[in-house]
């Protein structure tokens, strides 16, 4: 019985929007707001999240000096890369280890945007390939060792100017040509630019360190018995990450500040929304007084009356949610940005507004609607019989 | 009775309403006086004429180095007033996550390179001249509870030292920033040590930071030295020190189109907000607005009347909202040293200005002008 009541004042109520259609449209206009404006930047939080994601796979390890936090920071030698390619647990692959000690190095160079930045630089070993084999060239060819080659990510080959087949770039007085672009599932890597490691270790004079080494295991597995034997030879003072876990350790750190303003930003633009549900309530409230009194007087009890009112609120958040995640989807979903990774060098993702952020968005609006009905819901519930009618 | 009173008794008539439109205007300031600083940060391009210092960098890649020797050529250029240089140690402390800055400086040229830094004349001596000396600033010593005296072990990534295993230094001073354009959080180790027990890259540094007898010399200087080095094998790029730091802010991505978005849609909303509530007030008060004009208010004071409404509603947003987002700033240090270093400036306070009379006319015109135009017959007569 209710519920029958509920149902019938709130259909009334809905069908009498369109003649406080000025209200109701802010109200739906500043749900909309927040909602577009905290998927827009969690979906930026999560495209570069999912980035480093696919970069690591379980079964890969990458060996870094022991106490360096990244690449940029390692000094290995190729001794040690010898010695690591004896070690158990390693994926067997004809007469070469699947094993590739890789320079990792930027260099400065004008973005689209024309503003510098540090685009990764990776001087890779003829095995690097074979080790990352989700890697495909998508323009152009690979390169061929010794000369002054380079291939470049698809994503860096957007973020920066003149990367394109066939250009050169000069750095440090050396010319390189660039001979292909590269895709990997949407990568890391897709942001870096790779050379033959010997030739930019002769060219840029870096001496005989190595910044890292990347191996692929028997399997997954393999992983602590790999690890434990690296750690027992006293001729290395090598750290062993999964490669998995090294860029899950990248994505929680570079999103955390993103998700720390976007919950700033949010909490106050959400405020500012609930204050603009409370107006637009308070005046359907109040404009409806004479109605709620009739209601009343009819024999309606206050719940009915207050979860028309309720309902009502959350309906029209309901629509400002949704107009909010369309707008965000439409407009952020897959556009591309970079950011400063954990080596100072930029990493290029895509927005992505998933299926989860979207309904994220819809269930806060219809939370801050449903506070912003709260209150005018208990004063309409509330109304005297008399002065509600006398009013009229 | 006057007008003040007349507005401040209209904006009373429907406190809930007023309060929340106000607290509405409130957020909206409040997010303007947040971001805009943020905002600044991250765009202002910072002229090289005026900078307090220059940074020297390796031209092609923060991987790089520099010889040490280029200092003492730097130096003998003229309106140098001196030279300082600085290495990126790296390494961890404790744990890798504990990722405050440390680098490698000769202390006697460095502090006498930066006065903002405040250390007592002790300590300040203490880090002169104690070889495996370290100074550290004061929020980071708060953080990881270190005194002046104790031991700074430190794990090598990029510098293995030669005695093999771990560096120590010992902690002979706690500095503060004066003026602070970011949070005390670095960590400055004596240089002289580092060099002579690194395994490999002695006479290496990061960059080299120039003070000049005229601020105003910067762009000539600059030129000057990187004139010095082109085409050498250590070619250099230098920018003042504040650009530099800049730069890697900008870096992290187009933060100024971000912040206009999301003022936009903010702003677009608020306006519309207000606009609503003011028309609405002033519908429901016709017959008293119909009175007033009886009783002898000329048109134009009517007009000025509802306007001063909406203004004074728009007003007191506008202030409270850059009250609350001063309170708020300070936690942005939090998030990260540079944020810290955002303050509400002339620009802000210009948009705020600028965005708070566009909300009181687009709230306020367009009632006052019904209101002002109003036929007193009709309006009693409506209200009948």
């Known amino acids: 019985m209710p519920l029958q009541q509920t149902l019938a004042i709130a259909r009334v109520n809905l069908r009498s929007l369109r003649f406080r259609l000025s209200a109701s449209l802010v109200a739906v206009c500043g749900i909309a707001g927040v909602v577009l404006v905290i998927v827009a930047l969690l ?46 647990g390693l994926a067997a692959s004809g007469n070469e280890a699947p094993i590739s000690g890789e320079i990792y190095t930027s260099v400065y160079l ?166 603009a549900a409370l107006n637009t309530m308070y005046s359907a409230v109040n404009a409806r ?32 949610g949704c107009v909010g995640v369309a707008l965000a989807w439409a407009i952020f979903d897959g556009y591309s940005a970079s950011t400063l990774g954990a080596t100072f060098a930029q990493v290029a993702f895509e927005f992505a507004v998933t299926p989860g952020l979207a309904a994220a968005g819809v269930g806060l609006a219809c939370v801050l609607g449903a506070i912003g009905g709260l209150m005018p819901a208990v004063r309409a519930a509330r109304l005297p019989v008399v002065a509600g009618l006398r009013e009229a | 009775m006057n007008h003040f009173k007349l ?80 290495t990126w140690f790296g390494g961890t402390f404790r744990d890798p996550k504990n990722t405050f800055a440390r680098w490698a400086v000769p202390p006697a040229e460095f502090l006498a390179l930066h006065p903002e830094i405040v250390l007592s004349d002790a300590q300040r001596d203490a880090f002169v001249r104690t070889r495996t000396g370290a100074i550290v600033g004061k929020a980071t010593a708060e953080k990881y509870g270190l005194k002046v005296g104790d031991n700074v072990t430190l794990v090598p990534d990029i510098w293995g030292n030669k005695n093999g295993g771990t560096w120590e230094f010992q902690l002979v001073g706690i500095f503060e920033l004066e003026n602070a354009a970011a949070a005390p959080v670095d960590m400055f180790l004596n240089y002289e040590y580092f060099d002579e027990a690194r395994v490999w890259g002695r006479g290496l540094v990061s960059y080299i930071t120039v003070g000049l007898d005229d601020p105003n010399a910067a762009d000539s200087v600059a030129a000057q030295i990187d004139a010095l080095y082109a085409n050498s094998d250590a070619e250099t790029r230098t920018a003042s020190e504040q650009e530099y730091a800049l730069s890697f802010a900008r870096q992290i991505g187009n933060v100024g189109l971000i912040v206009a978005g999301i003022l ?100 306020g015109v367009p009632p006052a002008w019904r209101a002002s135009r109003m036929r007193i017959v009709d309006a009693l007569r409506r209200s009948g």
């Open chain 2, 264 to 363: 936009g849609a903010v702003f677009f909303t608020i306006a519309m907000l207000a606009a609503n509530t003011m028309s609405q007030a002033i519908r429901e008060r016709t017959a008293e607005l119909a009175v007033l004009r009886t009783l002898g208010f000329q048109r134009a004071r009517v007009f000025v009347l509802v306007l001063a409404e909406s203004c004074a509603m728009t007003l007191l947003g506008a202030l409270s909202g850059l009250v609350v987002a001063q309170l708020l700033i300070g936690s942005l240090a939090s998030v990260s040293a540079q944020l810290g270093a955002a303050r509400i400036g002339p620009a802000t306070l210009g948009w705020s200005v600028a965005l708070a009379a566009i909300i009181a006319l687009l709230a």
């Open chain 2, 7 to 86: 507005v401040i008794t209209a904006l009373r008539r429907q406190r809930m309403r007023t309060g929340l439109t106000i607290a509405s205007l409130v957020t909206a300031f409040a997010l303007l006086g947040l971001l805009q600083p943020v905002r600044e940060l991250f765009t202002q391009r910072s002229s090289l004429a005026g900078a307090g210092r220059l940074a020297v960098l390796p031209k092609h890649s923060i991987a790089d180095f520099l010889p040490v020797r280029a200092a003492a050529r730097i130096r003998d250029l003229p309106q140098v007033r001196g030279v300082a240089h600085r």
């Open chain 1, 289 to 320: 007084t004479p109605e709620i009194a009739t209601l009343k007087a009819l024999g309606f009890s206050a719940a009915p009356i207050m979860g028309s009112v309720l309902i009502e609120a959350v309906f029209l958040s309901l629509i400002g």
């Open chain 1, 43 to 88: 979906s930026m939080a999560r495209g570069l999240e999912s980035t480093l994601r696919v970069s690591g796979r379980a079964d890969r390890v990458l060996i870094l000096r022991a106490g360096s936090n990244s690449e940029l920071n390692g000094a290995i030698t190729r001794e040690q890369v010898r010695i690591v390619a004896d070690k158990p």
């Open chain 1, 110 to 275: 004008p973005r689209t945007d024309a503003r510098d930045a540090n685009l990764p630089l990776r001087g890779v070993a003829p095995t690097s390939f074979a080790v990352r084999p989700e890697l495909r060239i998508v323009r152009g060819r690979l390169l061929e060792p010794g000369k002054f080659e380079l291939i470049v990510g698809r994503r860096a080959a957007q973020e920066f100017a003149g990367l394109a087949v066939g250009r050169h770039i000069s750095v440090r007085g050396t010319r390189w040509e660039i001979v292909g672009v590269f895709a990997s599932n949407g990568s890391v890597f897709e942001s870096e630019s790779w050379a033959d490691g010997a030739t930019l270790a002769e060219a840029f004079k870096r001496g005989p360190f190595l910044s890292s080494i990347t191996a692929k295991l028997r399997s997954a597995a393999a992983f602590s018995e790999f690890r434990d034997a690296i750690a027992s030879d006293p001729r290395l003072q090598l750290h062993v990450w999964r490669e998995s876990d090294y860029y899950a350790q990248q994505a929680s750190s570079s999103t955390g500040a993103l998700r720390i303003v976007g919950g700033i930003i949010g909490t106050i633009m959400g405020l500012g929304a609930i204050f």
